[in-house]
């Protein structure tokens, strides 16, 4: 069975920091490209920042700077460290596990909530 538990979510005060984990099962996680999205309230689902198979990263603007995207093989967890959080940070984060362009699993969401 395909599983992307994520962990991590809280209560913090802006400029405070959370670091985030997604422990995968029942795939292929070293060939991966993992990616966390987030969703406010109202709001679209956005995508967050992405760690390639090979290593390689991306992070939308709003967040460069700020959040810091990793990987554990060996433990087969994503993590996004996200520090100087702002209030506008504040959402139910997913992390997404594909091959190429398309996301064939996600995880159940975790909630971050940035008071100002």
């Known amino acids: 069975e395909v599983q992307l538990l994520e962990s991590g979510g809280g209560s913090v005060q802006a400029g405070g920091s959370l670091r985030l984990s997604c422990t995968a099962s029942g795939f292929t996680f070293d060939d991966s490209d993992m990616g966390w999205y987030r969703q406010a309230p109202g709001n679209e689902c956005e995508l967050v920042s992405t760690?390639?198979?090979?290593?390689?990263?991306y992070y939308v603007d709003s967040v460069k700077g700020r959040f810091t995207i990793s990987q554990d093989n060996s433990k087969k967890t994503s993590y996004l460290q996200m520090s100087s959080l702002k209030h506008e940070d504040t959402a139910t984060y997913y992390c997404a596990a594909g091959v190429g362009c398309a996301w064939d699993y996600w995880g159940q969401g975790t909630q971050v909530v940035v008071s100002s």
């Open positions: 760690i390639s198979s090979d290593g390689s990263t």
